[in-house]
């Protein structure tokens, strides 16, 4: 019997993985923390999410059409949606729809496609659109609302919300909270110490489950805890990220807070508010853009952190997470180009391992 | 105002008097790239790539008259130490690597009329007058110069085949997609 | 004893049940051996046989001329029908010096030497019987066991490493003959550490073949030098140099042996062969083959004469369940297509392997995402996402300066890819183009020298002809002058 088959080389069996299995793995770790998001501010951020996941999905699909590559393979590939959503869940729940939108296009065509497509894009698509979004239209993306959860007693119901999210946004002004963030800095900017700024403030355990003011998906830090613990144990991602940017932030909001402490607020309320935990466990962890190395995804997340932490202190910003996740996105090819794995039977300069004690069995 | 201008047309003066030495007395004789392309060069002037000699070849490289791509028996590798050494980036994926080609005398039609190994650059050929030729495959650069001269149309080139020691596995194909099923 | 980790690796599904109850069975006799005169590393052997010749088994059929080759014997008794080329056992179909043999069926056996004590032998006379007997290793790397049987004489070598661990996906042959004939493998495996003059042997087995195991440690009671000893079940346990570092934590330096450590690694099965050789003066001219995979209607051990068809071993397991999409020797993570069913059995040849096209799970590739579980699977501490991505862009210098030469092509990576690259064939293709390089490099470099010669001899010959022509005008000029000096005295 003849085989024809194209002479290619084993392995001729392969692991049950693919690309698009491993994004349906990510948006089933968002699940939880998405639905808690759209139920804690109702009908406004289901319209949000919505717009925001479409437009990318249209933009990618544009955007392979214009470059002439397959659309369907990378459509279903599940990474346009995977962008979209982690886009949508970093947005104040209740912003007008046009920022879905033009942040999706950026994400994808800026962001992705410019850059080649899939797996060639030097920034996180997401982190890129949340940027250019927050430089371009800083009012709208930092206004955010109190929950109004769905059903809820006070809550914008079907009809309003569409107002709301393709209306007019003006009429926010009534009922926009800060964050915990925003409040802190506004409050030290006049000349307000921590101790009087954190009175009316959501509570640590508040912060835990997310029932607090913030960005759609960026509020409950358990649920994206519990999210980030399936993504590890599925091994999808590995600990060195979120872990070393955690501790990394943490480490620093102690010795800063117990040498100041009226200033600078403790570890908890670090790590607990604003994007941190999505931007530990989906965010920095995108696989495209940050290092294949241990040792590099340490350093990288070390600098994650402490970006993070020097931005939210320092800067004119309360947040950071997006300006520190695309910093340390530039200088990840140079991570990997310094940082590499000591090769089997090396040293870590590369040459070939020498035995001192035995010299070497050779005979002469 | 005048004094800046004085100073500076001074200035400019001393410093163009300075270069015009310079390139008088540290002038570069000949092109040291020229000697060092044609190192690389294969060295049987062939001809095959429209010089006189590999010589006029490299200094054609040398001075960007010709393209890094124009050694047929270079193959790619000398295309990839050329763009090395010029520094020029190629894509190589681009460059189609030719078989490699032996000459191959029809002995049949052979009438040993010498011409072809009095042409041949590198004695590959074999015989002697009135006595069938033969080509030593090994050190045949495929210049084609033989089978032009000779009256009998009996050499032709062939490509060299491919025996198992020299097999390899082929380039898997660049990344296509054709078909994807969900999961 | 202590086990060291290696880095990286992978969790294939075995797939040994298939076939890793089925006791071993001896194949019916062929209508033809193929029996193909390179079947290891090294130099082809030479026909010492004739076409029409009758030969009995265990004759020599071609006899090893260089260092490192090995003498090919007959399978079984027949006639020489021919010494030609024929469909090389190998993924590129190409011809490949082949003796076909005829089997007269009485299968009678050449003379063989009486039993010996091999411990009565020199050291040198074992190494002669086991090259004698055409053994090469038995794993599928196919490299003549003589000569690594000799390192005594260049390496201070200390432990003699069984490899037992068997860690490709379906294979069972090694298993079986531990489980059926561990008594002959320790005697091999005792007449090895006596040629190497080795201080202890180390059995490794990996943990998934218990019965293996017992029976290896049962036959080893008696020997308090020969150790039998668990490894995990992981791929690549069985690459050579990694197997060493789980035994002893040490790994072999770059480009060198694990002799360079004092170490030499040998193959359960060649221990079995070892065994037939040197205590009964049996060559090497059959082995035990798995025909196993998805596509297989019974998948069995056979034990198989060198030169069978593949096709009769197909037919013999009852032929296909499903037209498979692959049919391989070896393995499905390190094994080779074959280009058609009717290539023969080679000694390196551990299964024949019909996978269906589930079980091969190919898909079109996808652009890398850079996820890196290449990196965290790869064994070597490579970065293949980055060699292959030179490679494919023709920069395969690129890639040789990431380490291209220091992979062992064990597949790890591609395994685990969820974009489906082919990575570790992105790495066969350069490490063979950079081979062909360098032969043309060589052949360059030799018509250069050749080019030069004969412009200095075409020099040298315009400038005989100068002088000659010089000469014959002087000579004229010189008449000339001595014709018109007569002429004027006249």
């Not at chain 1, 698509?125 to 769905?150: C, D, E, G, K, Y």
């Not at chain 2, 008097?17 to 002038?27: F, I, N, P, T, W």
């Not at chain 2, 009095?118 to 009135?130: E, R, S, V, Y």
């Amino acid at each position: 019997m003849k085989i024809t088959v194209p002479i290619i080389g084993g392995p001729y069996t392969h692991e049950t993985s693919s690309i698009n299995r491993l994004m349906l793995w990510v948006m089933l770790a968002l699940l939880p923390v998405t639905a808690y998001g759209l139920y804690l501010f109702g009908w406004p951020a289901i319209f949000l999410f919505t717009v925001t996941v479409l437009t990318a999905i249209i933009a990618e699909a544009l955007s392979l059409w214009i470059a002439r590559r397959p659309i369907k393979p990378f459509l279903l590939d599940g990474s346009a949606v995977l962008t979209g959503w982690l886009l949508a869940l970093t947005l104040p729940p209740w912003a007008p729809w046009w920022v879905g939108v033009v942040g999706s296009l950026l994400a994808i065509v800026i962001g992705k496609q410019v850059f080649g497509g899939l797996g060639q894009n030097l920034f996180n698509p997401a982190m890129v659109a949340r940027v250019a979004l927050l430089i371009s239209f800083p009012l709208q993306l930092t206004t955010f609302v109190a929950p109004h959860p769905l059903f809820a007693a006070g809550s914008p119901g079907f009809m309003d919300s569409l107002h709301v999210t393709f209306g007019h946004a003006a009429q926010l002004d009534g009922i926009s909270s800060a964050t915990l963030l925003g409040h802190i800095r506004t409050q030290l900017s006049q000349g307000i110490d921590l101790s009087k700024a954190l009175l009316n403030q959501p509570s640590l355990t508040q912060l835990l489950w997310g029932n607090t003011a913030g960005s759609m998906g960026e509020t409950s830090a358990l649920l994206i805890l519990a999210g980030g613990l399936l993504l590890l144990a599925r091994r999808i991602i590995s600990w060195r990220i979120p872990v070393a940017m955690l501790a990394t932030v943490a480490v620093l909001a102690t010795i800063m807070h117990m040498l100041d402490p009226l200033r600078y607020p403790d570890a908890a309320y670090h790590l607990l508010s604003g994007s941190l935990m999505l931007g530990a466990f989906f965010i920095a962890t995108d696989l495209v853009t940050s290092p294949v190395t241990g040792k590099g995804q340490l350093l990288y997340a070390v600098g994650c952190g402490l970006l993070i932490y020097v931005i939210r202190s320092w800067s004119g910003f309360p947040e950071g997470v997006a300006f520190a996740v695309l910093l340390m996105n530039a200088l990840t090819p140079l991570i990997d180009y310094y940082i590499k794995p000591r090769v089997y039977g090396r040293t870590h300069r590369g040459e070939p391992i020498q035995y001192a004690d035995e010299a070497t069995s050779k005979k002469s | 105002m005048l004094a800046a201008i004085t100073s500076l047309t001074i200035l400019g003066i001393a410093l163009g008097y300075l270069l015009g030495l310079a390139s008088r007395y540290l002038k570069v004789e000949g092109n040291p790239l020229q000697a060092e392309i044609e190192e690389l060069l294969p060295g049987s002037q062939c001809g095959q790539c429209g010089y006189p000699g590999c010589t006029a070849a490299a200094d054609a490289i040398a001075n960007s008259q010709a393209e890094i791509t124009i050694c047929p028996p270079g193959g790619l590798a000398l295309v990839e130490k050329l763009a090395s050494k010029l520094g020029v980036s190629i894509d190589l994926s681009s460059v189609e690597d030719k078989a490699p080609m032996v000459a191959f005398v029809n002995e049949a039609l052979c009438i040993g009329c010498t011409k072809c190994f009095k042409q041949c650059p590198t004695d590959a050929l074999a015989g002697g007058p009135k006595q069938i030729h033969t080509v030593i495959s090994d050190a045949c650069t495929g210049c084609e110069k033989c089978v032009d001269i000779c009256p009998t149309e009996c050499v032709a080139m062939r490509p060299v085949p491919i025996t198992l020691q020299d097999w390899h596995w082929p380039k898997p194909d660049a990344v296509v997609v054709t078909q994807v099923s969900v999961v | 004893m202590k086990l060291f980790k290696i880095r990286g690796g992978v969790h294939p599904d075995d797939r040994k049940k298939l076939s890793a109850n089925k006791a071993i069975e001896p194949m019916p006799m062929p209508k033809l051996l193929r029996i193909p005169l390179q079947q290891h590393i090294g130099a082809p052997a030479e026909p010492v046989v004739r076409k029409g010749d009758k030969v009995l088994k265990g004759q020599l059929l071609a006899d090893s001329k260089s260092v490192i080759s090995a003498a090919v014997h007959a399978p079984t008794s027949g006639q020489i029908m021919a010494i030609g080329n024929y469909m090389a056992p190998h993924p590129s179909g190409l011809p490949i010096r082949t003796i076909t043999l005829k089997p007269d069926h009485d299968d009678r056996w050449i003379e063989l030497p009486a039993e010996v004590d091999p411990f009565t032998l020199t050291l040198d006379e074992i190494v002669k019987r086991v090259a004698d007997a055409g053994i090469v290793g038995m794993g599928g790397a196919t490299f003549p066991s003589a000569v690594k049987l000799g390192l005594r004489k260049r390496y201070e070598l200390h432990t003699l490493v069984l490899n037992g661990a068997e860690c490709e996906p379906y294979l069972t042959c090694d298993d079986r003959l531990m489980r059926e004939q561990a008594d002959d493998i320790l005697d091999g495996i005792r007449i090895m550490m006596h040629a190497l003059q080795v201080e202890q042997a180390l059995i490794a087995i990996e943990n998934n073949k218990p019965e293996a195991l017992a029976a290896m440690r049962e036959a080893s009671s008696g020997f308090n030098k020969i150790k039998v000893i668990n490894v995990p079940t992981r791929y690549p346990m069985g690459s050579e140099k990694h197997l060493v570092q789980t035994l002893t934590g040490k790994e072999t330096p770059a480009r060198a042996l694990t002799a360079d450590i004092g170490i030499v690694v040998h193959n359960v099965a060649t221990a079995h062969a070892v065994h037939d050789a040197v205590r009964f003066g049996r060559p090497l001219i059959s082995r035990v083959v798995t025909v196993s995979g998805g596509a297989i209607q019974q998948p069995r051990n056979l034990h198989v004469l060198i030169g069978t068809p593949v096709q009769d071993l197909l037919d013999y397991c009852g032929g296909f369940l499903e037209q498979p999409s692959h049919i391989l020797s070896g393995g499905p993570m390190m094994g080779h297509p074959i280009p058609d069913t009717k290539v023969p059995v080679i000694k390196g040849f551990n299964g024949v392997i019909a996978l269906t096209a589930k079980e091969t799970a190919i898909r079109p590739p996808m652009p890398c995402i850079r996820c890196a579980n290449c990196v965290t699977a790869c064994p070597c501490g490579l970065v293949p996402l980055e060699m292959a991505a030179r490679a494919r862009n023709g920069d395969l210098q690129g890639a040789v300066d990431l380490g291209l030469m220091d992979c062992i092509a064990c597949g790890s990576c591609a395994y685990v890819c969820p974009a489906h690259v082919p990575l570790v064939q992105y790495f066969n293709y350069a490490k063979g183009e950079l081979t062909l390089r360098q032969r043309a490099e060589h052949k360059q470099a030799e018509t250069k020298r050749l080019a030069e010669q004969r412009a200095v001899r075409i020099e040298h010959q315009k400038k005989a002809k100068r002088e000659a022509m010089m000469r014959r005008r002087q000579e004229a000029a010189r008449k000339k002058a001595a014709a018109q000096t007569t002429e004027t005295e006249v």
